[in-house]
T-cell receptor
């Protein structure tokens, strides 16, 4: 089946530094990737949608200059949290889809990244 | 404004019995609904889905029921097994927007 690999699984960084999270589709080409964040006991909140070769579409309230998303190939999307602050500490999850045009809800999720900013 | 609601944060059932997880939604544009299972520190795993043109979809021990008039869906797991213990998320999508809107999840605990 479709597999999405997300790295790192855990990262601790100092306040003010940047952290890059990678999301790879291992056995399929992901035309669309989604980035979510989840706070404790909360739902997964969509941050942005990225399509290969084009700029990401950010959800309302998500700072695009702070959460840089790059989807340079059909198998890799990266999320960079720039100038991280303690309030950015959260669980970040990516998902990938082969969807092109017509709805395809074969979203496969990565295993998530626990970011702690100290 | 929470468009997908899972009002029960937790549910505990005995092994072998039925687990019923509920989900309500408010957005009339939603026409596709999914259930995901999630273990701590892992990403969600797809379980089962249902389109708004159906009122029931079954896959092994998992059945999802959709009541469009009540904007309510439920996931039935029978018989429940200890390995089913996890957080279950209800998600919805609709229109030309393929984005998923998630509920807050329900922690299911199946006791041996």
């Amino acid at each position: 089946g479709a597999v999405v690999s997300q790295h790192p699984s855990r990262v601790i960084c100092k306040s003010g530094t940047s952290v890059k999270i990678e999301c790879r589709s291992l056995d399929f080409q992901a035309t669309t990737m989604f980035w979510y964040r989840q706070f404790p006991k909360q739902s997964l909140m969509l941050m942005a949608t990225s399509n290969e070769g084009s700029k990401a579409t950010y959800e309302q309230g998500v700072e695009k200059d702070k959460f840089l998303i790059n989807h340079a190939s059909l198998t890799l999307s990266t999320l960079t949290v720039t100038s991280a602050h303690p309030e950015d500490s959260s669980f970040y999850i990516c998902s990938a889809s082969m969807a092109t045009g017509a709805p395809n809800y074969g979203y496969t999720f990565g295993s998530g990244t626990r970011l702690t900013v100290v | 404004d929470q468009q997908v609601k899972q009002n029960s944060p937790s549910l505990s059932v005995q092994e072998g019995r039925i687990s019923i997880l509920n989900c309500d939604y408010t957005n009339s544009m939603f026409d596709y609904f999914l259930w995901y299972k999630k273990y701590p520190a892992e990403g969600p795993t797809f379980l089962i889905s249902i389109s708004s043109i159906k009122d029931k979809n079954e896959d092994g021990r998992f059945t999802v029921f959709l009541n469009k008039s009540a904007k309510h869906l439920s996931l039935h797991i029978v018989p429940s097994q200890p390995g089913d213990s996890a957080v279950y998320f209800c998600a919805a999508s609709g229109g030309s927007n393929y984005k998923l809107t998630f509920g807050k999840g329900t922690l299911l605990t199946v006791n041996p």
